[in-house]
Protein backbone atom coordinates (compact mmCIF):
# COMPACT_ATOMS: atom_id res chain seq x y z
CA UNK A 1 0.00 0.00 0.00
CA UNK A 2 1.35 3.59 -0.60
CA UNK A 3 0.39 4.59 2.41
CA UNK A 4 1.95 7.45 3.61
CA UNK A 5 2.46 8.93 0.36
CA UNK A 6 1.32 12.72 -0.39
CA UNK A 7 -0.77 11.62 -3.10
CA UNK A 8 -3.86 10.86 -0.43
CA UNK A 9 -5.63 13.11 1.36
CA UNK A 10 -5.69 11.75 4.83
CA UNK A 11 -9.22 11.85 6.38
CA UNK A 12 -10.50 10.57 10.14
CA UNK A 13 -13.65 9.44 11.12
CA UNK A 14 -14.51 9.14 14.58
CA UNK A 15 -16.30 5.81 16.28
CA UNK A 16 -18.97 7.02 18.39
CA UNK A 17 -19.19 3.42 19.75
CA UNK A 18 -16.50 0.77 18.34
CA UNK A 19 -17.96 -2.24 17.75
CA UNK A 20 -16.75 -5.65 15.47
CA UNK A 21 -19.22 -4.39 12.61
CA UNK A 22 -16.71 -1.43 11.87
CA UNK A 23 -13.80 -3.83 11.07
CA UNK A 24 -15.94 -5.58 8.97
CA UNK A 25 -16.85 -2.81 7.11
CA UNK A 26 -13.02 -1.40 6.60
CA UNK A 27 -12.46 -4.85 5.39
CA UNK A 28 -15.27 -4.58 2.82
CA UNK A 29 -14.18 -1.49 1.88
CA UNK A 30 -10.54 -2.53 1.55
CA UNK A 31 -12.44 -5.40 -1.15
CA UNK A 32 -14.37 -3.01 -2.73
CA UNK A 33 -11.37 -0.42 -4.00
CA UNK A 34 -8.20 -0.51 -5.23
CA UNK A 35 -5.10 0.43 -2.53
CA UNK A 36 -4.33 2.81 -5.46
CA UNK A 37 -7.81 4.49 -5.41
CA UNK A 38 -8.41 4.64 -2.09
CA UNK A 39 -8.18 2.77 1.73
CA UNK A 40 -8.97 2.24 5.00
CA UNK A 41 -7.22 1.55 8.38
CA UNK A 42 -8.86 1.13 11.92
CA UNK A 43 -8.02 2.51 15.10
CA UNK A 44 -8.81 2.46 18.60
CA UNK A 45 -11.54 5.28 18.20
CA UNK A 46 -11.46 6.24 14.61
CA UNK A 47 -10.81 4.73 10.94
CA UNK A 48 -8.69 6.87 8.75
CA UNK A 49 -9.54 7.40 5.43
CA UNK A 50 -6.93 7.34 2.50
CA UNK A 51 -8.41 8.60 -0.90
CA UNK A 52 -7.23 9.88 -3.88
CA UNK A 53 -9.84 8.31 -6.00
CA UNK A 54 -13.10 6.65 -6.24
CA UNK A 55 -15.93 5.60 -8.33
CA UNK A 56 -19.30 7.25 -6.60
CA UNK A 57 -21.18 4.80 -7.95
CA UNK A 58 -19.06 1.78 -6.35
CA UNK A 59 -19.23 3.63 -3.17
CA UNK A 60 -22.78 3.76 -3.44
CA UNK A 61 -23.06 -0.27 -4.19
CA UNK A 62 -20.61 -0.38 -0.92
CA UNK A 63 -23.48 1.10 1.60
CA UNK A 64 -25.85 -0.80 -0.28
CA UNK A 65 -23.50 -4.01 0.75
CA UNK A 66 -22.76 -2.93 3.94
CA UNK A 67 -25.61 -1.08 5.59
CA UNK A 68 -24.04 0.02 8.87
CA UNK A 69 -23.95 3.49 10.41
CA UNK A 70 -20.05 3.45 9.29
CA UNK A 71 -20.71 2.53 5.98
CA UNK A 72 -23.22 5.39 6.07
CA UNK A 73 -20.77 7.53 7.70
CA UNK A 74 -17.70 6.89 5.28
CA UNK A 75 -20.22 7.73 2.30
CA UNK A 76 -21.37 11.01 3.64
CA UNK A 77 -18.17 12.21 4.85
CA UNK A 78 -16.84 11.23 1.00
CA UNK A 79 -19.74 12.81 -0.84
CA UNK A 80 -19.40 16.19 1.48
CA UNK A 81 -16.25 16.84 -0.50
CA UNK A 82 -16.85 19.20 -2.93
CA UNK A 83 -13.21 20.04 -4.76
CA UNK A 84 -12.69 17.12 -7.22
CA UNK A 85 -12.14 16.79 -10.80
CA UNK A 86 -13.93 14.14 -12.70
CA UNK A 87 -12.09 11.82 -15.10
CA UNK A 88 -14.11 8.94 -17.01
CA UNK A 89 -16.58 7.13 -14.33
CA UNK A 90 -13.81 8.71 -11.05
CA UNK A 91 -13.74 11.67 -9.29
CA UNK A 92 -10.36 12.51 -8.26
CA UNK A 93 -9.84 13.82 -5.04
CA UNK A 94 -5.99 14.17 -4.48
CA UNK A 95 -3.75 16.66 -6.38
CA UNK A 96 -6.05 16.72 -8.99
CA UNK A 97 -5.23 20.72 -9.00
CA UNK A 98 -1.26 19.86 -9.52
CA UNK A 99 -2.68 18.01 -12.94
CA UNK A 100 -3.56 21.33 -14.19
CA UNK A 101 -1.04 23.50 -12.76
CA UNK A 102 0.04 26.56 -15.25
CA UNK A 103 3.16 27.20 -15.04
CA UNK A 104 3.96 30.84 -14.71
CA UNK A 105 0.96 31.98 -14.09
CA UNK A 106 1.30 35.03 -13.44
CA UNK A 107 3.08 36.62 -16.15
CA UNK A 108 0.44 34.82 -18.55
CA UNK A 109 -2.17 36.55 -16.70
CA UNK A 110 -0.49 40.10 -16.93
CA UNK A 111 0.15 38.83 -20.99
CA UNK A 112 -3.17 38.14 -21.40
CA UNK A 113 -4.45 41.61 -19.53
CA UNK A 114 -6.54 40.07 -16.67
CA UNK A 115 -9.61 42.09 -16.28
CA UNK A 116 -9.27 44.13 -19.57
CA UNK A 117 -12.36 45.91 -20.11
CA UNK A 118 -12.34 47.91 -16.70
CA UNK A 119 -8.77 49.08 -17.61
CA UNK A 120 -8.91 53.41 -17.39
CA UNK A 121 -11.82 53.52 -14.85
CA UNK A 122 -11.88 56.49 -12.96
CA UNK A 123 -13.37 55.03 -9.78
CA UNK A 124 -12.13 57.10 -6.45
CA UNK A 125 -11.37 55.16 -4.19
CA UNK A 126 -12.47 57.02 -0.69
CA UNK A 127 -16.28 55.79 0.67
CA UNK A 128 -18.22 58.10 2.50
CA UNK A 129 -21.82 56.96 4.58
CA UNK A 130 -25.36 57.50 3.21
CA UNK A 131 -26.65 60.28 5.25
CA UNK A 132 -28.93 59.56 8.01
CA UNK A 133 -32.25 61.16 6.51
CA UNK A 134 -32.10 57.83 4.13
CA UNK A 135 -30.83 55.40 6.42
CA UNK A 136 -33.21 52.86 7.20
CA UNK A 137 -36.22 53.72 5.26
CA UNK A 138 -38.86 52.90 2.36
CA UNK A 139 -39.05 55.60 -0.15
CA UNK A 140 -41.88 55.92 -2.84
CA UNK A 141 -40.51 57.21 -5.60
CA UNK A 142 -38.31 57.08 -9.31
CA UNK A 143 -35.43 55.48 -8.08
CA UNK A 144 -33.44 58.02 -10.83
CA UNK A 145 -34.37 60.80 -8.56
CA UNK A 146 -34.63 59.45 -5.22
CA UNK A 147 -30.71 58.15 -5.72
CA UNK A 148 -29.52 61.28 -7.38
CA UNK A 149 -30.06 63.09 -3.52
CA UNK A 150 -27.02 60.57 -2.33
CA UNK A 151 -23.76 61.22 -2.18
CA UNK A 152 -20.90 59.10 -4.73
CA UNK A 153 -19.47 56.08 -2.61
CA UNK A 154 -21.87 55.32 -0.14
CA UNK A 155 -23.21 51.67 -0.24
CA UNK A 156 -22.34 48.32 -0.12
CA UNK A 157 -24.26 45.93 -1.89
CA UNK A 158 -27.19 46.86 -4.19
CA UNK A 159 -29.33 43.61 -4.62
CA UNK A 160 -32.41 43.73 -6.98
CA UNK A 161 -34.87 42.93 -9.36
CA UNK A 162 -35.44 45.25 -11.96
CA UNK A 163 -39.44 45.28 -13.75
CA UNK A 164 -39.11 42.47 -16.29
CA UNK A 165 -40.97 44.14 -19.34
CA UNK A 166 -43.25 40.91 -19.30
CA UNK A 167 -46.27 42.83 -19.26
CA UNK A 168 -46.74 42.35 -15.91
CA UNK A 169 -49.86 44.11 -13.97
CA UNK A 170 -47.61 46.45 -11.57
CA UNK A 171 -49.25 49.08 -9.28
CA UNK A 172 -48.99 52.33 -11.17
CA UNK A 173 -46.40 51.52 -13.96
CA UNK A 174 -46.35 49.70 -17.39
CA UNK A 175 -44.44 46.77 -17.80
CA UNK A 176 -44.79 46.33 -21.88
CA UNK A 177 -42.38 48.98 -23.27
CA UNK A 178 -40.37 49.51 -26.50
CA UNK A 179 -37.33 47.58 -25.61
CA UNK A 180 -34.74 49.96 -26.31
CA UNK A 181 -36.61 52.49 -24.14
CA UNK A 182 -37.16 50.09 -21.54
CA UNK A 183 -33.12 49.77 -21.30
CA UNK A 184 -32.59 53.42 -21.31
CA UNK A 185 -34.81 54.02 -18.57
CA UNK A 186 -33.25 51.27 -16.73
CA UNK A 187 -29.82 51.94 -17.12
CA UNK A 188 -30.27 55.57 -16.20
CA UNK A 189 -30.69 54.22 -12.57
CA UNK A 190 -28.04 51.82 -13.14
CA UNK A 191 -25.79 54.58 -13.57
CA UNK A 192 -27.02 56.16 -9.84
CA UNK A 193 -26.54 52.38 -8.61
CA UNK A 194 -22.91 52.72 -9.69
CA UNK A 195 -22.67 56.00 -8.39
CA UNK A 196 -23.50 55.63 -5.25
CA UNK A 197 -21.71 51.79 -4.97
CA UNK A 198 -18.28 52.08 -2.48
CA UNK A 199 -15.53 51.44 -4.26
CA UNK A 200 -14.98 47.76 -3.56
CA UNK A 201 -19.34 47.58 -3.12
CA UNK A 202 -21.26 44.70 -5.24
CA UNK A 203 -24.42 45.14 -7.42
CA UNK A 204 -26.41 42.06 -7.76
CA UNK A 205 -29.12 41.87 -10.33
CA UNK A 206 -31.63 39.24 -10.24
CA UNK A 207 -32.32 38.57 -14.26
CA UNK A 208 -35.39 36.45 -15.96
CA UNK A 209 -35.06 37.42 -19.62
CA UNK A 210 -37.94 37.08 -21.25
CA UNK A 211 -37.47 33.68 -23.69
CA UNK A 212 -40.46 34.15 -25.91
CA UNK A 213 -39.04 37.83 -26.76
CA UNK A 214 -35.62 36.30 -27.59
CA UNK A 215 -33.97 39.58 -25.81
CA UNK A 216 -31.18 38.36 -23.68
CA UNK A 217 -32.03 40.87 -20.72
CA UNK A 218 -28.64 39.46 -18.44
CA UNK A 219 -26.35 39.64 -21.57
CA UNK A 220 -27.35 43.18 -22.34
CA UNK A 221 -27.16 44.16 -18.26
CA UNK A 222 -23.66 42.26 -17.95
CA UNK A 223 -22.88 44.11 -21.36
CA UNK A 224 -23.93 47.11 -19.73
CA UNK A 225 -21.76 46.99 -16.16
CA UNK A 226 -18.54 46.12 -18.28
CA UNK A 227 -18.61 48.73 -20.60
CA UNK A 228 -18.95 51.21 -17.15
CA UNK A 229 -15.90 49.77 -16.57
CA UNK A 230 -17.27 47.21 -13.40
CA UNK A 231 -15.67 43.95 -12.74
CA UNK A 232 -17.49 40.52 -13.49
CA UNK A 233 -17.47 38.76 -9.93
CA UNK A 234 -19.61 36.23 -11.26
CA UNK A 235 -22.87 34.82 -12.08
CA UNK A 236 -25.28 32.76 -9.83
CA UNK A 237 -27.72 30.20 -11.02
CA UNK A 238 -31.38 30.35 -9.38
CA UNK A 239 -32.56 26.95 -9.94
CA UNK A 240 -36.58 27.69 -9.42
CA UNK A 241 -37.23 23.58 -9.73
CA UNK A 242 -40.87 25.41 -12.10
CA UNK A 243 -40.68 22.19 -13.95
CA UNK A 244 -44.65 22.99 -15.34
CA UNK A 245 -43.43 26.18 -17.21
CA UNK A 246 -44.30 26.01 -21.17
CA UNK A 247 -43.72 23.06 -22.95
CA UNK A 248 -43.22 23.97 -26.64
CA UNK A 249 -44.46 26.58 -29.11
CA UNK A 250 -47.48 25.70 -31.46
CA UNK A 251 -45.83 23.96 -34.37
CA UNK A 252 -42.27 23.00 -32.93
CA UNK A 253 -42.68 19.89 -31.53
CA UNK A 254 -40.72 17.14 -32.25
CA UNK A 255 -39.25 19.45 -35.16
CA UNK A 256 -35.46 21.08 -35.10
CA UNK A 257 -37.13 23.97 -37.05
CA UNK A 258 -37.97 25.90 -34.44
CA UNK A 259 -37.60 24.17 -30.99
CA UNK A 260 -38.66 26.38 -27.80
CA UNK A 261 -36.07 26.03 -24.72
CA UNK A 262 -37.32 26.42 -21.30
CA UNK A 263 -35.61 27.58 -18.68
CA UNK A 264 -36.50 26.38 -15.06
CA UNK A 265 -34.34 29.13 -13.40
CA UNK A 266 -32.92 32.71 -13.44
CA UNK A 267 -29.52 34.58 -13.01
CA UNK A 268 -28.16 36.91 -10.65
CA UNK A 269 -25.23 38.74 -12.06
CA UNK A 270 -22.47 40.21 -9.62
CA UNK A 271 -20.40 43.20 -10.40
CA UNK A 272 -18.14 44.99 -8.15
CA UNK A 273 -16.59 48.55 -8.41
CA UNK A 274 -13.41 49.17 -8.63
CA UNK A 275 -11.95 46.03 -6.50
CA UNK A 276 -13.53 42.53 -6.50
CA UNK A 277 -11.96 42.75 -2.58
CA UNK A 278 -14.56 44.20 -0.58
CA UNK A 279 -13.04 46.16 2.87
CA UNK A 280 -14.69 44.76 6.01
CA UNK A 281 -14.37 43.48 9.49
CA UNK A 282 -13.52 39.72 9.57
CA UNK A 283 -15.52 39.47 12.83
CA UNK A 284 -18.69 40.95 10.92
CA UNK A 285 -18.98 38.00 8.23
CA UNK A 286 -21.74 36.27 9.60
CA UNK A 287 -21.72 33.51 7.04
CA UNK A 288 -20.81 30.29 8.26
CA UNK A 289 -18.29 27.54 7.10
CA UNK A 290 -21.20 25.35 5.88
CA UNK A 291 -23.12 28.08 4.05
CA UNK A 292 -19.86 29.23 2.56
CA UNK A 293 -19.05 25.71 1.06
CA UNK A 294 -22.61 25.44 -0.11
CA UNK A 295 -23.20 29.11 -1.56
CA UNK A 296 -19.71 29.35 -3.42
CA UNK A 297 -20.87 26.83 -5.90
CA UNK A 298 -23.21 28.91 -7.09
CA UNK A 299 -26.01 26.99 -8.79
CA UNK A 300 -28.64 27.29 -5.87
CA UNK A 301 -31.99 25.52 -5.83
CA UNK A 302 -34.30 27.49 -3.90
CA UNK A 303 -38.72 27.68 -4.44
CA UNK A 304 -39.56 30.43 -5.66
CA UNK A 305 -41.41 33.06 -3.83
CA UNK A 306 -45.14 31.38 -3.12
CA UNK A 307 -46.74 34.23 -0.85
CA UNK A 308 -47.16 36.96 -4.33
CA UNK A 309 -50.83 36.81 -3.60
CA UNK A 310 -50.76 37.37 0.08
CA UNK A 311 -48.38 40.51 -0.51
CA UNK A 312 -50.41 41.60 -3.81
CA UNK A 313 -47.39 41.77 -6.00
CA UNK A 314 -46.60 39.63 -8.86
CA UNK A 315 -42.60 39.29 -9.20
CA UNK A 316 -41.35 38.94 -5.61
CA UNK A 317 -38.05 37.11 -5.09
CA UNK A 318 -37.78 34.77 -1.92
CA UNK A 319 -36.17 35.79 1.08
CA UNK A 320 -34.02 32.88 1.12
CA UNK A 321 -32.25 34.41 -2.48
CA UNK A 322 -31.63 37.73 -0.72
CA UNK A 323 -30.16 36.22 2.26
CA UNK A 324 -27.90 33.89 0.23
CA UNK A 325 -26.93 37.80 -1.79
CA UNK A 326 -26.69 39.43 1.73
CA UNK A 327 -24.38 37.12 3.69
CA UNK A 328 -22.27 35.87 0.79
CA UNK A 329 -21.66 39.81 -0.56
CA UNK A 330 -21.86 41.82 3.18
CA UNK A 331 -20.36 41.90 6.35
CA UNK A 332 -22.86 42.97 9.43
CA UNK A 333 -22.90 46.73 9.42
CA UNK A 334 -22.88 47.39 5.92
CA UNK A 335 -25.46 49.40 3.65
CA UNK A 336 -27.63 47.25 1.28
CA UNK A 337 -29.95 49.51 -1.14
CA UNK A 338 -32.87 47.75 -3.47
CA UNK A 339 -33.72 50.18 -6.30
CA UNK A 340 -36.80 48.02 -6.91
CA UNK A 341 -37.98 47.16 -3.50
CA UNK A 342 -41.23 45.67 -4.46
CA UNK A 343 -42.88 44.96 -0.78
CA UNK A 344 -39.44 44.72 0.90
CA UNK A 345 -38.25 41.16 0.48
CA UNK A 346 -34.65 43.17 0.58
CA UNK A 347 -34.40 45.50 3.08
CA UNK A 348 -36.85 42.79 5.43
CA UNK A 349 -33.83 40.62 4.96
CA UNK A 350 -31.22 43.17 5.62
CA UNK A 351 -32.99 44.52 8.99
CA UNK A 352 -33.29 40.63 10.00
CA UNK A 353 -29.47 40.29 9.31
CA UNK A 354 -28.03 43.90 10.78
CA UNK A 355 -27.21 45.51 7.39
CA UNK A 356 -28.84 49.41 7.02
CA UNK A 357 -30.74 49.51 4.45
CA UNK A 358 -32.96 51.77 1.93
CA UNK A 359 -35.58 50.48 -0.46
CA UNK A 360 -37.36 52.64 -3.10
CA UNK A 361 -40.24 51.61 -5.55
CA UNK A 362 -42.16 53.69 -7.55
CA UNK A 363 -45.58 52.37 -6.43
CA UNK A 364 -46.86 53.70 -3.22
CA UNK A 365 -48.85 50.86 -2.60
CA UNK A 366 -46.26 48.45 -2.10
CA UNK A 367 -44.11 50.73 -0.05
CA UNK A 368 -47.18 50.61 2.22
CA UNK A 369 -46.82 46.65 2.28
CA UNK A 370 -42.76 46.68 2.42
CA UNK A 371 -43.17 49.04 5.75
CA UNK A 372 -45.98 46.80 7.28
CA UNK A 373 -43.68 44.03 6.87
CA UNK A 374 -40.75 45.49 8.58
CA UNK A 375 -42.98 45.84 11.20
CA UNK A 376 -44.57 42.47 11.13
CA UNK A 377 -41.06 41.04 10.93
CA UNK A 378 -39.84 42.80 13.81
CA UNK A 379 -42.88 41.86 16.48
CA UNK A 380 -42.01 38.43 15.70
C1 LIG B 1 -39.49 42.77 -10.07
S1 LIG B 1 -40.24 43.90 -9.02
C2 LIG B 1 -39.26 43.78 -7.54
C3 LIG B 1 -39.89 42.91 -6.49
C4 LIG B 1 -39.06 42.76 -5.22
N1 LIG B 1 -37.81 42.11 -5.47
C5 LIG B 1 -39.85 41.98 -4.16
O1 LIG B 1 -39.47 40.83 -3.84
O2 LIG B 1 -40.88 42.50 -3.70
C6 LIG B 1 -39.80 45.47 -9.69
C7 LIG B 1 -40.33 46.67 -8.95
O3 LIG B 1 -39.81 47.85 -9.56
C8 LIG B 1 -40.74 48.91 -9.35
N2 LIG B 1 -40.36 50.02 -10.26
C9 LIG B 1 -40.57 50.12 -11.59
N3 LIG B 1 -40.03 51.26 -12.07
C10 LIG B 1 -39.44 51.89 -11.02
C11 LIG B 1 -38.71 53.10 -10.87
N4 LIG B 1 -38.48 53.89 -11.92
N5 LIG B 1 -38.26 53.44 -9.65
C12 LIG B 1 -38.51 52.64 -8.57
N6 LIG B 1 -39.20 51.49 -8.65
C13 LIG B 1 -39.65 51.11 -9.86
C14 LIG B 1 -42.09 48.24 -9.59
O4 LIG B 1 -43.14 48.95 -8.93
C15 LIG B 1 -41.85 46.82 -8.99
O5 LIG B 1 -42.35 46.73 -7.67
Known amino acids: MAEGKKEYI ?13 QKAVDLFNEYF ?12 KVI ?20 DLALSIYETIAKIRSYNIKGSKRIYANYAAERKVKQRKLKEQKRDKIYYARGHNFIPEN ?19 LRQLPDNCVDLIFTSPPYNFGLEYHQQDDDHYWQDYFDRLFAIFDQCIRVLKFGGRIAVNVQ ?23 WKGEILW ?3 NYNCKYTAWG ?29 DKKNADITAEEFKEWVTVKWSIAPERRMKEFDHPAMFPEELARRVIKLFSFKGDFILDPFNGVGTTTVVAEELGRKYLGIDIAAKYCERAKQRHLDARNT
Not at 10 to 22: K, N, Q, R, V, W
Not at 34 to 45: H, K, L, S, T, V
Not at 252 to 279: D, H, M, N, Q
Open 10 to 22: EISIPLEAPSTAD
Open 34 to 45: PANDAFMRREDN
Open 49 to 68: LFLKQLNFGKLEEFVQAHRS
Open 128 to 146: TEVPADFENKIICGNSEEI
Open 209 to 231: PLFSDYIPTHHIISNYFMQKKLL
Open 239 to 241: EKN
Open 252 to 280: SWKSPSSPYLKYTWEFVEVFCKGSLKKAG
